[in-house]
């Protein structure tokens, strides 16, 4: 018996109406970007791995897909490597390229191979899939995709303050109440580490208070000791901890703490005055917080950080998230080119909607109309009348096979077909169709105007 085939965990097939749901929240984020103004771009899936290698840190280079060199892959290991059977040095021997790991890097590649095209200030988006070798879980998939929207070229404040709003506008048109929209300034970590006597460790201070969420105050105070991270260090870190109250009192909290730290009292200035903005400019269906324990793991950010919470009472983790970084562009030669951008989570936010119900009606990947075949010279008549609804923009189809009437309505009503029309001998002769409404189950003989004003 042949082995029934199956596919990589991590990744998924998508039905119809799955593909069709997608869509309404790309098209739905889609919309809201461009009417910011953002222009759309597209990158390869794979990039050369030393545009990927180095600029997630260590826990996303171990998550990034390598993919070996085509032919004989291992010529180039000599074998001493070989025999070492060390993967860190034969990987680059025998795999040059990389599924890309998120669209951010590739992005920045993008503007420095092609500065003398662009307008700048730029502002991009990209939805294309990115892949991570990471464990499987719910809300977490090897192949997902991301939605960005990105501004390169300025280092404005207003930018972040657009980006907040630009979430808000995509969960207002998917009705999805209740998102909190959490923010954080790198400048404001990188004054903590230094006020705490561990500017040398800021890499392993933000990626262990990163997984505050996930394994508790416990968990980063143990991983943080893991890291060398001193006890001393740790018992400053308590105010931060215990932070609670609004955005006024945690900016309060953060000036005493780090009074004494020149980039620091950046990174205040610039979250206060972010903060105050959106105070001004009220959000319609999001919550913006300050958190000062999100740190966001990678490297390369060094302004404002995001991320976005579901709805409470959903069991989902961040559906969204960003930042600001002032010298992506620089590990690829082109410095000074400050950027800030957001990406939006496709799969989480789709299963969020999901388990809340929030996908409207009208979202359906459904023919609205099924003709019933009775034969060639009923099916030509039948097919006359298609191509007008067609031109309508009315989903219509034709039964292929003269079958059974009862084989033919199984057919429409397996497939949730709302209407059904018959066009036998007599309605030909009349000029007429017969339309069936599949739920009430009342037919009635309308001509070819009527059909398509009831059809609408």
């Not at 009074?259 to 105050?276: H, N, P, T």
């Not at 609804?389 to 077909?417: C, H, N, T, V, W």
Request: charged share 25%; net charge negative.
């Amino acid at each position: 018996m042949a082995q029934k085939p199956s596919i990589p965990k991590g990744t998924r097939d998508f039905s119809p109406e799955e593909v069709v749901r997608r869509n309404y929240i790309m098209d739905t984020i889609k919309s809201c970007f461009t009417s910011y103004g953002f222009q759309p771009i597209e990158t390869p899936s794979f990039e050369n791995s030393d545009t990927l290698m180095g600029k997630y840190g260590e826990e996303g280079d171990r998550l990034i897909f390598k993919i070996l060199n085509s032919g004989d892959f291992l010529r180039k290991v000599d074998e001493k490597t070989y025999a070492e059977k060390d993967s860190g040095k034969m990987t680059p021997k025998i795999s040059e390229k990389a599924l890309r790991y998120d669209l951010t890097v590739p992005f920045a590649r993008y503007v420095v191979q092609h500065q003398n095209e662009i307008t700048f200030p730029f502002k991009r988006y990209q939805m294309q899939p990115v892949w991570r070798a990471d464990r499987p879980q719910k809300g977490r998939f090897r192949e997902f995709y991301q939605c960005d929207a990105d501004v390169v070229g300025s280092d404005s404040l207003w930018q972040e303050v657009e980006l907040i709003q630009l979430y808000d506008a995509v969960f207002t048109q998917l009705n999805l109440k209740g998102t909190t929209i959490k923010i954080n300034n790198r400048k404001i970590l990188s004054g903590i580490a230094e006020v705490i006597g561990e500017a040398d460790k800021l890499i392993d201070f933000t990626v262990a208070l990163d997984k505050l969420d996930k394994i508790g105050e416990e968990g980063v105070k143990k991983e943080m000791r893991e890291k060398g991270i001193s006890e001393t260090a740790i018992e400053k870190l308590e105010p931060l901890f215990a932070a609670t109250g609004n955005g006024s009192k945690k900016l309060q909290m953060l000036n005493e703490l780090l009074q004494d730290s020149e980039v620091g009292q950046k990174g205040i200035q610039e979250l206060a005055f972010v903060v105050a903005a959106i105070g001004n400019l009220p959000l319609k269906t999001a919550t913006l917080e300050l958190d000062v324990t999100l740190a966001r793991g990678l490297n390369y950010y060094t302004g404002a950080i995001f991320e976005v919470a579901a709805p409470e009472g959903v069991s989902m983790g961040s559906i969204g998230g960003g930042g600001r970084y002032d010298d992506l562009t620089g590990i690829f030669g082109l410095k000074n080119m400050s950027g800030v951008g957001i990406s939006f989570g496709l799969d989480r936010i789709y299963l969020v909607l999901e388990e809340l119900g929030l996908f409207p009606e009208t979202v359906s990947a459904n023919t609205k109309v099924l003709f019933i075949n009775f034969g060639d010279k009923e099916a030509l008549y039948a097919m006359q009348a298609i191509s007008k609804l067609r031109k309508e923009q009315i989903p219509a189809e034709l039964y292929p096979d003269s079958a059974k009437m009862g084989k033919q309505m199984g057919y429409a009503d397996k497939r949730d077909i709302a209407y059904t029309v018959l066009a036998g001998t007599s309605e030909m002769e009349a000029g007429t169709y017969t339309l069936k409404n599949m739920k009430t189950g009342e037919q009635e003989a309308v001509g070819i105007e009527d059909l398509i004003n009831r059809l609408k």
